[in-house]
C-alpha cells in the first residue's frame, strides 16, 4: 500500500518508498519519544532519487535522522539503530548468518588467521551462543557516531566485494577471541568490549585475529646516526612500522645541523631540515591501507643548532622547500632551559657532532656537559633563552605543534632508566609514551582503554567495577604483546625485552557531568586523581600476579621497581589514600617481579572514545554542541547531560537550540540558566587552563609513562602561552600535546537566522576585549567568541 | 559599534583615491583585514589523495556532479577576481578598505589555484580539462551563471566616477549582485553539493580544501555588507524602494539561475541531492541575504539540507583523520612567566 505524506512545501504526493522502510523507521523510533518518524520518512520521501533500492532508501533514512541530531540527541540513536539494520541485511545477503561462518568465510578470504580459524571453528556453537540474542541490545548501546565509525572503518570487509563480513559484535568477538586461547577468555574481554566499558586501541580493533596482527599504536625510534645510511634506514624502518597502523615518534637530535662541515666531500650539511622533507614524503606515501592516514612526530632538543628552521616546519608561509606539513613536531626540554628561560639567560645551541653525548644524558648530568660544552666554546651561537622560548610559543599558537615535552621530567621517574645508558630520548606521536630506546631498539607500546563513563553507578564512581576492568584490561595487554606482528625486530625485540602496556582512560568528562562536578572543582581534582590512584594500584597488581604466573619481563633487573622503587615513590607528595594497599603492593613485587614494565598511559582515545560514545580521555568538552569531521564525513556531537538539564527545565526548544548553535555551543551567555549548570557546562575553552595542568600534575604520580594533555586557549598572546607552558613544567607534567586555538575567521553561519543590519557585527575580532565587547553588542550573530 | 568619523564630510564612495591611514575613518575595515590575514592558509596543505580513489567509487551521476561544480568554481573566483580589481577597488575610497580587497584578492588567487589543482588532480585527461576550464563558454547552466554576473560587471563597467546618485545606486547594485547573489548564493549553493558529499564522506580533500575556501568567502560576503552598510549610513537616501525592488527582482534571477545549474548538477535526481530541494535551500539562503540588506523576505522557504546545520558548529579533528584548519596565523606578545591562563 502506498503510503500518502505531506511535504514540508507542496502538495500531498504519493510516496515511492518501499512502505516496509517506513515500518523499519517506526519501529525503531520506539521508545525515542522526542523523535518523530514521520520527519524521517518525509526527508526519505523528499531525498530519494528515481529508482532507488531498498538498500539506498535505508542509507538516505539513517543519513537523514544523524542529521536530526542537532534537533534532538534521540535521533542519534534512530539513526544508529537503523544503521545496525543496514550492516545486518548487509552480512545476510552476503550469506553469512553466525560468527564463526563469518570467521570462516574471512579465513577463506586470506583475511583471518589461522589460530581464531582454528579456535572459532573448534568452538562454533559457545562462540556464536556469546553474540546471539543479546546482539541486538549490545548494538543498541552505540550512538551513530560510534557504529557509523565501526561499519565505515573497522569491519571486515570482502576483499572484492568491498561488503562487511562481520556484524559490530562478531568484530569485538573477533577482537576478543584473536587475543584469546578458548572461549572463557574470549566472553571475559568480549563481556567488557560489548559493554564499550573497555576499548583496546585501534590497531588491535583492525588487526588483532587477521592474517596482519600487528596490535600496538605506538613506535618510538631513536634518531639516527649522524651518516647517511643510517637516515636512510630510518626511512624504512618509519615506513614500515606506518604500515599496519602504527604511529611513529622519532629524534632528529644526532643528526648534524647546518653548515656542518661534511668530511667525506668537504661540503658542508644542509642541516636537518632536507631530510626531515623526505621524511614527510615518505609518511605520506604509506597510508595504512586507507583507513588511516599515516602520522609521525619528530622530536628536537632546543639545544640544537637548527631548533629555529626545525620550529618554522609547519607554518603556511615561507619557501615550501623547507616545509613538512605532514609531520608533527615536538620539543624535548631540558629543564636547564627552562631555568634559564626563568632567569632571562643566554641559551646556547650546538652541532649535535660537536657534543654527541648531549642527547644520551638527563638531569644533572646533562646540566654538567651542557656548561662544559659552553666553556668549552663548542657552541655554534647563542640566543636569549626567550627569545627561543617565545618562538616555541609563536610555532605552537600558530601551527597547534611544537608540542613541548619535558625531558628531565620524562625519565626522573621512569622505570627503565635505572641503569646508565638506558635513556628516554623522545616520547611518541601522542606524547604520551616515555620508553627507552636506543640505536638498535625501537620501542612500542601497546594501548587500551577503560571507558570510567560505565563505571558510575547510583551517583558514584564503582571503584570495584572499575578494578575488575582494569584486572581484565591489564591481562589483556600483556597478551597483546605475544600475539602481536612486529614489522621490525629492533621492535619486537625491544617490546619482549620490556613488555610496556599503556592502560589509559576516556569519559572522565562524563564521570563529572554525572556526578554533577565543575571540572576546577577540589571534587572534581581529588575523584580523577583517586580513579587514577585505584587503576594504578590495579594494575601493578595485576602485572605482579603475571609475573608470579608467567614471569617476569626478561630486562626487570634493569627497572626502579627491581630496587624497590615504584613509580609513584618519586613523589612524595601524591595523594595516596590506600597507602596500606600500596604497602602489599610493594612486598608482592619483590617477591614475584612485575610482568610489566610500564603500565599506565593516558592516550588521546580520539576514535576509539567515538566509538564508546564518551568524551576525549581526561578532556573537558571542547563545546557543548560541536561537529566531529572525520575519514566518514561529518557528525554533529550534542552534550546529552546538558540536554537532559534543559528538558527537565522546559528550555530544549528551538530559540534554545539556535541560540546554542549561535553561541557555538556555549552557554555562558545564557542569563536564564542557573549558575550551577552554567558552571558545569563551561566548555574547554572557558575553563582555567590552571585546572587541566593541576588536574593532571595530580594524577602523575600514578602515570608512570605520561598523559596526552591538549591545552585550550582560543586567543593566544606569547605572554599567556608562555605562562601556561612554564606552570605546566613548574608543576612537573612529563608531556603536554596540542595547543588547540580557534581560526581567527571562520564561516558566516547558514542556518542561523541573518542579523539586522542595524545591529551588524564585523567577523571576527580576537583581542578578548573585543570579543567581549561583540559578544554583548549581538550574542546571536557573534562570530568571535564561537 | 562605533560610527566612522568623515573626514571634511567625505563619504566611502567619493570619488579619489584617498591615502590617508591617520586618523582612520574605517578602523572595522582595518580590522577585517588583519583578521584575513590570521586565517592564511595555502593549497599544499589539502591531502588530495584520498579523492582519487573516491573517484572511482562514485557513479556516473555523482562524477557529473563533481567535474560541473569544479568547473564552476574555477570560473567564479576568477570571475570575482576581475569585478574586484575593475570595480570594486577603485570606488571604495578609503585605503583600510582597499587593503581588505587587496587581501581578498590575493585570496580569490588561492581559491583560483586550489580549483586548478583540484581539476588537474581530478581529471587527468588533457582532453576533459581543457572542457572543464573552458565550460563558461558551452556548458549552457554555468555559461548562464556567467552571463549574469557579466552583466552586472558591464553595468559599471563605464564609470569611472561615482559622482551621482544613479552612479551610486549602480555601483551598489554591482555589490549587491557580488555579496548577495555571487558570493552569497551561487556560491553558498556549490558548497551545499560539496557538504553533500562529505556528509555521506565522499572527497575528503575538496572538502577540506572547500571549507577554507568557504570560510574565506563568507568574510568576503561580510566585508561587502559592511560596505553597504556603511554607504547606507552615510547616505540613506539611496536605499529607496526602487533599489529593494531591484534587488529583490536580481535575487530572483539568481535563484533562477542557480536553480538551472542544479537541474543540470543533479540530473534526474541522486539520493539526497535533488532539484526541488536545491531550489528551497536556494530561497532560504536568498531571504537571508535580503534580511541582510534589510529588506524583507520573499520566499518563505524553510532550509531543506540538515547537513548544512552542521557548517555552523565548531569543528574539532583529530590528526589521524584530517589536518586541523582551526589555526590562527598572527600571534604577539612577549614572553610573561605570570600571566593568567
Given amino acids: ?786 | 559599534m562605533t560610527v566612522p568619523s568623515q573626514r571634511n564630510g567625505q563619504t566611502l564612495l567619493d570619488p579619489g583615491m584617498d591615502l590617508t591611514l591617520r586618523p582612520m575613518r574605517y578602523p572595522d575595515f582595518y580590522e577585517q583585514y588583519r583578521a584575513a590575514i590570521r586565517n592564511t592558509w595555502t593549497v599544499e596543505e589539502v591531502d588530495l589523495a584520498a579523492d582519487v580513489s573516491d573517484l572511482a567509487k562514485l557513479t556516473p551521476g555523482e562524477f557529473h556532479l563533481v567535474k560541473r561544480l569544479v568547473a564552476f568554481f574555477a570560473t567564479g573566483d576568477t570571475i570575482v577576481a576581475n569585478n574586484l580589481v575593475l570595480n570594486l577597488y577603485k570606488h571604495v575610497n578609503a585605503p583600510e578598505a582597499r587593503l581588505y580587497l587587496s587581501r581578498q584578492l590575493f585570496e580569490e588567487a588561492v581559491h583560483v589555484q586550489f580549483y586548478l589543482t583540484l581539476l588537474d588532480t581530478y581529471l587527468p585527461d588533457h582532453e576533459d580539462r581543457a572542457e572543464a576550464f573552458a565550460a563558461i563558454e558551452h556548458i549552457p547552466s554555468i555559461k548562464e551563471k556567467g552571463d549574469f554576473c557579466f552583466r552586472w560587471i558591464d553595468s559599471i563597467d563605464g564609470l569611472d566616477r561615482l559622482d551621482t546618485a544613479a552612479d551610486r545606486r549602480s555601483f551598489l547594485l554591482n555589490l549587491i549582485c557580488f555579496a548577495a547573489c555571487i558570493e552569497g548564493l551561487f556560491f553558498y549553493g556549490a558548497f551545499a553539493y560539496v557538504y553533500w558529499l562529505r556528509s555521506r564522506g565522499l572527497l575528503d580533500g575538496l572538502a577540506t580544501g572547500t571549507n577554507w575556501v568557504f570560510r574565506d568567502e563568507s568574510m568576503h560576503m561580510n566585508f561587502a555588507f559592511s560596505v553597504i552598510e556603511t554607504v547606507r549610513r552615510e547616505e540613506p537616501e539611496l536605499f529607496d524602494d526602487a533599489l529593494t525592488a531591484e534587488v529583490t527582482r536580481m535575487l530572483e534571477e539568481a535563484v533562477d539561475c542557480e536553480a538551472n545549474f542544479a537541474e543540470d548538477v543533479c540530473g534526474e535526481g541522486l539520493s539526497g541531492m535533488n532539484t526541488g530541494d536545491m531550489r528551497r535551500y536556494l530561497e532560504y539562503v536568498a531571504d537571508q541575504r535580503l534580511a541582510r540588506l534589510g529588506m524583507p523576505a520573499r520566499f518563505g522557504s524553510a532550509n531543506p539540507f540538515d547537513f548544512m546545520a552542521l557548517q555552523d558548529v565548531q569543528e574539532l579533528t583529530n590528526f589521524f583523520e584530517r589536518r586541523v584548519s582551526a589555526y590562527q596565523v598572527a600571534v604577539s606578545g612577549q614572553v610573561s612567566l605570570d600571566e593568567d591562563f
Fill in chain 1, 1 to 786: 500500500m502506498a503510503i500518502t505524506t505531506v511535504r514540508t512545501t507542496g502538495d500531498p504526493e504519493t510516496a515511492e518508498a518501499a512502505p516496509a522502510l517506513h515500518t523499519h523507521i517506526r519501529l525503531a523510533a520506539e521508545g525515542l519519544p522526542d523523535t518523530d518518524p514521520a520527519r524521517v520518512v518525509r526527508a526519505v520521501e523528499s531525498g530519494r532519487a528515481p529508482g532507488a533500492t531498498a538498500v539506498e532508501d535505508l542509507e538516505l533514512a539513517v543519513r537523514a535522522s544523524a542529521a536530526l541530531i542537532g534537533a534532538d540527541p534521540q535521533y542519534s540513536r534512530l539513526a544508529a539503530r537503523l544503521l545496525a539494520r543496514l550492516i545486518r541485511d548487509e552480512v545476510l545477503a552476503g550469506g553469512l548468518r553466525t560468527f564463526s561462518e563469518s570467521v570462516a568465510q574471512g579465513h577463506r578470504l586470506g583475511l583471518h588467521n589461522d589460530a581464531l580459524a582454528a579456535l572459532a571453528g573448534a568452538n562454533a556453537a559457545a562462540f556464536d551462543s556469546l553474540v546471539g540474542d543479546e546482539a541486538d541490545e549490545a548494538d543498541d548501546r552505540f550512538g551513530y557516531f560510534g557504529l557509523r565509525t565501526v561499519y565505515d572503518r573497522y569491519l571486515l570487509r570482502h576483499p572484492t566485494t568491498r561488503k562487511v563480513i562481520e556484524t559490530p559484535q562478531w568484530f569485538l568477538l573477533r577482537v576478543a577471541a584473536g587475543l584469546s586461547s578458548g572461549v572463557d577468555e574470549a566472553a571475559e574481554l568480549y563481556g567488557l568490549t560489548s559493554r564499550l566499558a573497555y576499548l583496546p586501541s585501534s590497531p588491535t580493533l583492525f588487526n588483532s585475529g587477521t592474517a596482519h596482527p600487528q596490535l600496538s599504536s605506538c613506535f618510538l625510534l631513536d634518531s639516527p646516526r649522524d651518516e647517511l645510511d643510517a637516515i636512510y634506514g630510518r626511512y624504512t624502518d618509519i615506513a614500515r612500522l606506518s604500515k599496519f597502523a602504527g604511529g611513529i615518534g622519532v629524534s632528529w637530535t644526532r643528526v648534524r645541523s647546518r653548515g656542518s662541515l661534511i668530511k667525506g666531500t668537504n661540503g658542508r650539511s644542509n642541516g636537518i631540515v632536507p631530510w626531515l622533507r623526505t621524511l614527510d614524503a615518505s609518511v605520506a606515501a604509506v597510508n595504512q591501507g586507507g583507513r588511516r592516514k599515516g602520522a609521525a612526530c619528530v622530536y628536537l632538543e632546543p639545544w640544537h643548532a637548527d631548533i629555529d628552521e626545525f620550529l618554522e616546519l609547519r607554518d603556511n608561509t615561507g619557501d615550501e622547500a623547507q616545509r613538512t606539513h605532514n609531520l608533527n613536531l615536538a620539543v624535548w626540554v631540558p629543564d636547564e632551559f627552562m631555568r634559564r628561560v626563568e632567569a632571562d639567560a643566554e641559551w646556547s645551541l650546538f652541532d649535535p657532532k660537536d657534543v654527541p653525548d648531549l642527547t644520551d644524558l638527563w638531569g644533572e648530568r646533562f646540566d654538567a656537559a651542557y656548561a662544559a660544552a659552553e666553556a668549552a666554546g663548542l657552541a655554534k651561537r647563542s640566543v636569549p633563552a626567550r627569545t627561543l622560548y617565545a618562538r616555541m610559543m609563536r610555532t605552537l599558537a600558530q601551527t597547534g605543534n611544537g608540542w613541548m615535552t619535558f625531558k628531565d621530567a620524562a625519565n626522573r621517574a621512569c622505570n627503565q632508566t635505572a641503569r646508565e645508558g638506558n635513556v628516554v630520548h623522545l616520547s611518541n606521536l601522542c606524547t604520551e609514551i616515555l620508553e627507552v630506546t636506543d640505536d638498535e631498539t625501537t620501542a612500542v607500546c601497546n594501548l587500551g582503554s577503560v571507558n570510567l563513563s560505565e563505571h558510575v553507578a547510583d551517583g558514584e564512581v564503582d571503584f570495584a567495577a572499575l578494578s575488575r576492568t582494569v584486572r581484565t584490561a591489564v591481562k589483556f595487554l600483556d597478551r597483546t604483546i605475544d600475539r602481536s606482528y612486529y614489522p621490525t625486530d629492533a621492535a619486537g625485540g625491544s617490546n619482549r625485552k620490556w613488555r610496556p602496556v599503556g592502560l589509559g582512560v576516556m569519559g572522565l568528562a562524563d564521570v563529572f557531568f554525572k556526578l554533577r562536578l565543575p571540572f576546577d572543582s577540589p571534587e572534581a581534582k581529588e575523584l580523577s586523581t583517586r580513579i587514577a590512584e585505584e587503576i594504578a594500584l590495579t594494575a601493578y597488581e595485576t602485572s605482579a600476579a603475571l609475573a608470579e604466573e608467567l614471569g617476569r619481563h626478561p630486562s626487570y633487573a634493569d627497572t626502579r621497581a627491581a630496587d624497590g622503587v615504584l613509580h609513584v615513590d618519586h613523589f612524595p607528595r601524591a595523594a595516596v589514600t590506600q597507602p596500606a594497599r600500596w604497602d602489599a603492593l610493594r612486598k608482592t613485587v619483590a617477591r614475584t617481579g612485575l610482568r610489566n614494565s610500564l603500565l599506565i598511559a593516558i592516550a588521546p582515545t580520539a576514535t576509539i572514545a567515538a566509538i564508546a560514545g564518551s568524551a576525549e580521555c581526561i578532556e573537558p568538552v571542547v563545546s557543548n554542541v560541536f561537529k566531529r569531521e572525520t575519514l566518514s564525513g561529518e557528525f554533529l556531537q550534542v552534550n546529552p547531560y546538558l540536554i537532559a538539564d534543559l528538558k527537565r527545565l522546559g528550555r530544549w526548544d528551538e530559540a534554545t537550540r539556535g541560540a546554542l548553535l549561535s553561541s557555538e555551543g556555549s552557554v555562558q551567555d545564557f542569563g536564564w540558566l542557573p549558575e550551577e549548570l552554567k558552571s558545569l557546562y563551561r566548555t574547554a575553552w572557558e575553563l582555567p587552563q590552571k585546572a587541566l595542568i593541576e588536574l593532571a600534575a595530580a594524577r602523575t604520580p600514578f602515570i608512570d609513562q605520561s598523559q596526552s594533555l591538549n591545552l585550550f586557549m582560543a586567543a593566544p598572546t606569547i605572554g599567556k602561552l608562555s605562562s601556561m607552558y612554564a606552570y605546566a613544567w613548574r608543576q612537573g607534567l612529563k608531556t603536554t600535546y596540542y595547543l588547540r586555538s580557534r581560526p581567527a575567521t571562520r564561516i558566516q553561519q547558514t542556518t542561523v537566522a541573518a542579523a539586522a543590519p542595524v545591529s551588524l557585527v564585523e567577523p571576527s575580532r580576537f583581542t578578548p576585549d573585543e570579543a567581549v565587547a561583540c559578544s554583548l553588542e549581538n550574542p546571536e550573530v557573534c562570530e568571535a567568541c564561537q
